[in-house]
């Protein structure tokens, strides 16, 4: 069965950059679309990016410009970074997986909570 | 503001049915699938529906979906406490060339 889990700080600095990972256990990281959400205290779900095992990426346009999106897939492992952050950017951010012939988020991790703060 | 509009709240009573409405346009909803997920308090979103009326394996068929034009709709009979959640929906929008979603719904039941 296949699991996510997400991973980095915590708290991050404003004007500084964003780093998170997702593990993907369970099963392979090649084929299917994995993507990066977030959902700010008591607000909705908002897309951030997704990218393929091959390496080809889909972003935001309110995000693009300050979001890049990677995987590794030695690592089975796919990355996100945000640069600039500011107090907006205080979220639960969540990796899913993507089923591009459905356009659904099937499998999610459990989120982490990134706060932006000094 | 999100692309897809959701009623903020439904309430209904355990037992009874309950509907929720996700408001598109021809560049989203309309031509394309309507996936629904549930999201219990404190925990990740959950697939619930997919392809506009799928459930995925061990979704209970208490919960359904359909698709009429822009909109989509959510239904859920026998409703029990345990499905207080807030529930949104979600889509391709041709036009911003990503998936969006809605801005959730928050289930009470009474």
């Known amino acids: 069965q296949v699991q996510l889990q997400e991973s980095g700080p915590g708290l991050v600095k404003p004007s500084e950059t964003l780093s998170l990972t997702c593990t993907v256990s369970?099963?392979?990281?090649?084929?299917?679309?994995w993507t990066w959400i977030r959902q700010p205290p008591g607000k909705g779900l908002e897309l951030i990016a997704y990218i393929r095992y091959s390496g080809s990426t889909n972003y935001n346009p309110s995000l693009k410009s300050r979001v890049t999106i990677s995987v590794d897939t030695s690592k089975n492992q796919f990355s996100l970074k945000l640069n600039s952050v500011t107090a907006a950017d205080t979220a639960i951010y969540y990796c899913?997986?993507?089923?591009?012939?459905?356009?659904?988020?099937?499998?999610w991790g459990q989120g982490t909570m990134v706060t932006v703060s000094s | 503001q999100s692309v897809l509009t959701q009623p903020p709240s439904v309430s209904a009573a355990p037992g009874q049915k309950v509907t929720i409405s996700c408001s598109g346009s021809s560049s989203n909803i309309e031509h394309n699938y309507v996936s629904w997920y549930q999201q219990l308090p404190g925990t990740a979103p959950k697939l619930l529906i997919y392809e506009n009326n799928k459930r995925p394996s061990g979704i209970p068929d208490r919960f359904s979906g359909s698709k009429s034009g822009p909109s989509a709709t959510l239904g859920i009979t026998g409703l029990q406490t345990g499905d207080e959640a807030d529930y949104y929906c979600?889509?391709?929008?041709?036009?911003?060339?990503?998936?969006?979603f809605g801005g959730g719904t928050k289930l009470t039941v009474l």
């Open positions: 979600g889509t391709w929008d041709s036009s911003l060339n990503t998936p969006v």
């Open positions: 369970g099963g392979f990281i090649s084929t299917y679309y």
């Open positions: 899913a997986r993507r089923i591009a012939s459905t356009d659904a988020f099937d499998i």
